[in-house]
């Protein structure tokens, strides 16, 4: 993983060598070292290791998720904002599975930086409501309920809410 600002400096290099390229009449070269500069953009706001995490979660290995986790070794001066709340949702969503107060300390570090899409955090504040539940936090819980129901656009967790619903009035 490259810290933040070199790939800043890679991406200016690149893009700059590009331009020289486009002078020198060097068409196919500049179109080729801009692209290489567009790929040092995305890979400061996409981290190459939270997305490697993403594909191992999507195979249920929480293992081999955490595992490249750990190679990020000081998120707050490595990540973007967004990348930080994705980092803490990933860990949350591992440690929902053995600790239930580390989980919900992570879920709510995730939402208070901010996710990209609103189905993500919709997902966060249903495992956080999920987790209050568990802990008899009634009100806690309908209100992120709630929340989550309304960041819920295309009703992808309609069924989970209504779970968590019925689970909630038997408390």
Known sequence: MFPKFLKLICCAV????????????????????????????????KNELIFLAFLRLRKQDFKGTEKWLNKISNPESSLVRKQQGYFYYLHGIIQSQSNLTIAEKNFKKSIKLGLSFNHDLAMAKLSLAGICMQKRRKREASILLGEAKKLDSQGMLNEQIKIIREQLKKI
């Open 14 to 45: 690149f893009f700059v060598y590009s331009i020289y390229q486009f002078t020198e009449n060097y068409i196919g070269n500049g179109i080729f070292y801009f692209l290489i500069s567009g790929i040092f953009i995305l890979i400061y706001f």
